[in-house]
Nanobody, 122 residues
Framework: VQLQASGGGLVQAGSSLRLSCVGT????????MGWFRQAPGKDREFGAY????????DYADAVKGRFTISRDTVKNAVYLQMNSLKPEDTAVYYC????????????????WGQGTEVTVSS
């Protein structure tokens, strides 16, 4: 599966953005889909994942209550709705797909999108 992420941008603190990740080549329903982020000078970190067919979700503490991950099976896409954005959310955001793993470890994800940059100004 190929993944294409989009939706990033420059926003003010308190704003919202919705990131999109569209899959091509195969249905993303076959995969656990995750969003990760990497801030400048920092390691990539887990943000959220949604299980196959959207049965359940998991969020990092840093985004819980502000971000929502969801799937659209018709559009073969996964989204990350980000509300109440903070300057510390500034990062490049990546979507990823895991064929046989469910969890937060980025090393276990098999396919990655190219990343979309989010900048939150104070």
């Amino acid at each position: 599966v190929q993944l294409q992420a989009s939706g990033g941008g420059l926003v003010q603190a308190g704003s919202s953005l919705r990131l999109s990740c569209v899959g091509t080549g195969r249905t993303i329903n076959d995969y656990v889909m995750g969003w990760f982020r990497q801030a400048p000078g920092k390691d990539r970190e887990f943000g959220a994942y949604v299980t196959r067919y959207g049965g359940s979700t998991d969020y990092a503490d840093a985004v819980k209550g502000r971000f929502t991950i969801s799937r659209d099976t018709v559009k073969n896409a996964v989204y990350l709705q980000m509300n109440s954005l903070k300057p510390e959310d500034t990062a490049v955001y990546y979507c990823a797909a895991a064929a046989t793993y469910t969890g937060r470890d980025s090393r276990r994800y098999d396919y990655w999108g190219q990343g979309t940059e989010v900048t939150v100004s104070s």
